[in-house]
């Protein structure tokens, strides 16, 4: 997944803003602008790397004389001890830079990290883990790339990539009498051309009259592997499935061996613990 070097600099911009750089106190109050150091990143966990350019961008957005060598690049496993990269020049910007690189780093690492367990967890087997649209507000395109770098695929990037008929969609479609069938040839016709139509059931014989009416892909919500299989058997490779709800790494494995084809987590991304990284200081 390539990453967009303007929206990405809208971002650091935006968190460096945040931060007051600018206005950093204690830096300018103490440190000399002519003093000069150089700092590294270092592993306290492991986990897989997600967010070094990220974390590199944000030190050169800040001072563009700094230099920043990476060592372990994104998608590399890391662990407890590692040198992720260096970077040298003026300490003060360092300073003023260096807890927003490592929000970056720490948060996309986490997900990236929490994303490789699932996949593992589901090694063999012919499902692919998906992400959410659970995502930080803001921060979609950064945590849905650390998903990629962690080796799960991306869901929807957004409301106009494919045609999704959630729960609430059909509760308001039976209030108007309009039926699944119909709902889905409107949606056939009116939508962009090549667009896949997705419906959100609850249970086995919904999902059978899901791929009757036509969608191409069942979201199986929040329901046991027993009832995953039947629907798997009653849809009979007429449609793609998708399990959804209630999936956590204990379980994985056994919603993966129903037969679905994906499983969508939304705890990749608005839940994940942030990986311990740190920034020290080389001869202070």
Sequence with gaps: MRLNNKIIDELITRALAEDCIGRDVTTNALIKDNWQ?????????????????IARRVFIKTDSSLKFAVLIKDGQEIK??????????????????ER???????HLSGIATETSRYVAAVK?????????????????????????TGGGQNHRMDLSDSILIKDNHLAILHKQRISLKEAIATATQKAPAKLKIEVEVQTPQAA?????AGTDIIMLDNMNPADMKQAVKLVNKRASIEASGGITLANVR???????????????????????????????
């Design 208 to 212: 059978k009259q899901a791929v009757e």
């Design 37 to 53: 150091g150089q700092a590294y990143f270092l592993a306290k966990a492991e986990g897989v790397l997600a967010g070094i350019e």
């Design 124 to 148: 063999g087997l012919p499902v692919k883990i998906l992400d959410t649209r659970k995502t930080t507000p803001g921060l979609r395109i950064l945590e849905k790339y650390a998903v990629k």
């Design 100 to 106: 927003t690189a490592l929000n970056f780093l720490q």
């Design 254 to 284: 056994a919603v993966a061996e129903t037969g679905v084809d994906y499983i969508s987590i939304g705890a990749l991304t608005h839940s994940v613990k942030a990986l311990d990284i740190s920034l020290e200081y080389e001869d202070i």
């Design 80 to 97: 407890s001890g590692d040198i992720i990269a260096r970077v040298n020049g003026r300490l003060s910007s360092i300073l003023k830079a």
